[in-house]
């Protein structure tokens, strides 16, 4: 049987909500001076379990777009009020990034563009229209296609001002386009570039294209055990095929680099196989209820956890000595150092807040509501 078009798929929304689970952990940790190495980002080229999070919404957001927006592709269906649902989506999406990052002064003069909520917004609406507007046997076509176009663009054209084609941080095409086109509005621990930027959002829509090749795939008449098997076959040639670029185009997510997109759209295809058959075919269910929970508000959580981590930051306390600190160090100093190691501590304040939240969007899902933005 296939899944029906109003069907929603259990293990997507659990797939969903551990990699939100992942991102709020490897954003909030205790202290940044005290991280265990798998919890954050490969320093250029590599990958590392952080660096699969971002991908994996990406594809996430690709699957999911094939199952809402199937009911469109139909030519009675098929109208501007389906556009004006993605622009008003798209656009709220990229306004509430905007508002974390500008979050409490709003200075728009220095106001960070670019973004993981920006990066979303943008993926989201270009890949929902390539879905409505290009048939099916052509996607791979245009996955293809984009994959190909952003290796020559960051390979064989030169950069204005540093000459030869390089991969490197601050000298890059990509880097030189986000000075151009948003200077000043750039990721503030360089300014020089942003791994959000403008054009390795090409490659980044490639990654939501392989979603939404899964989506089609999940939705046809095969039976699960077939899906399933396919799922695990195809998710390890896309790892194979990214693993064999790397040594042309190195995997890197900060560039977002047509290997990297293979890489961890495989890794995510063979996570979501593993899912599907636990929760979809053997129908063992009795892990998921925490991450259910989570994918059912993950935007919603993602932005109310991301705003109070910043407010931690903040808000300022005096101690008795003078010393003015945040109320997150006031919090981590006292309550988790004390009982663990600092890079302990630092995890077990990191699970906590992982914890807290948790506890708060139960209370929307234990009274149904589901904040869709």
């Not at 293990?11 to 992942?22: E, P, Y």
């Not at 927006?69 to 008003?88: G, T």
Request: aromatic share 16%; proline share 4%; charged share 15%.
């Amino acid at each position: 049987m296939s899944e029906t078009k109003n069907e929603r798929l259990l293990s997507l929304d659990v797939f969903r909500g551990i990699t939100i689970l992942g991102m709020i952990l490897v954003n909030n940790p205790g202290s940044w001076s005290d991280v265990y190495s798998p919890l954050l980002h490969a320093k250029w080229n590599g990958c590392t379990p952080t660096d699969l999070i971002f991908p994996f919404f990406l594809f996430i957001v690709g699957v999911a777009t094939t199952f809402s927006l199937s009911k469109y592709r139909s030519s009675e269906n098929h109208n501007k009020d389906v556009y004006f649902r993605l622009i008003r989506r798209s656009l709220t999406i990229f306004l509430l990034g905007l508002f974390l990052s500008g979050f409490p002064n709003f200075d728009l003069s220095t106001i960070r563009i670019p973004g993981v909520l920006a990066r979303i917004a943008v993926v989201y609406f270009f890949t929902s229209l390539i879905f409505l507007n290009v048939r099916k046997e052509n996607l791979v076509f245009v996955l293809s296609s984009l994959l190909l176009i952003y290796w020559g663009l960051m390979t064989l054209v030169p950069v204005p001002g540093f000459g030869e084609p390089n991969l490197e941080p601050a000298t890059n095409l990509g880097a030189w386009l986000d000075r151009l086109l948003l200077d000043g509005h750039l990721w503030s621990a360089s300014k020089t570039w942003d791994p959000e930027g403008i054009l390795s959002t090409v490659p980044a829509i490639g990654t939501a294209l392989i979603g939404i090749l899964t989506g089609y795939w999940l939705k046809s008449d095969n039976d699960k055990t077939t899906k399933t098997v396919w799922m695990f076959f195809y998710g390890s040639v896309l790892m194979a095929l990214g693993y064999a670029w790397d040594f042309w185009f190195p995997i890197n997510k900060s560039l977002w680099t047509s290997s990297y997109v293979l890489f961890t759209g495989g890794l995510a295809l063979i996570f979501l196989a593993f899912c599907y058959w636990l929760i979809d075919v053997q129908d063992k269910k009795f892990w998921i209820k925490p991450f259910h929970i989570y994918g059912t508000n993950a935007i919603t959580v993602f932005f109310l956890s991301s705003l109070v981590a910043k407010l931690l930051y903040l808000i300022k306390i005096t101690g008795e000595d003078g010393v003015t600190v945040s109320l997150k160090s006031v919090i981590f100093n006292n309550v988790f150092l004390p009982i663990a190691s600092p890079i302990n501590a630092s995890l077990l304040f990191a699970i906590s807040y992982i914890l807290i939240w948790l506890f708060v969007i139960w209370l929307l899902y234990r009274k149904q509501i589901f904040i869709k933005v």
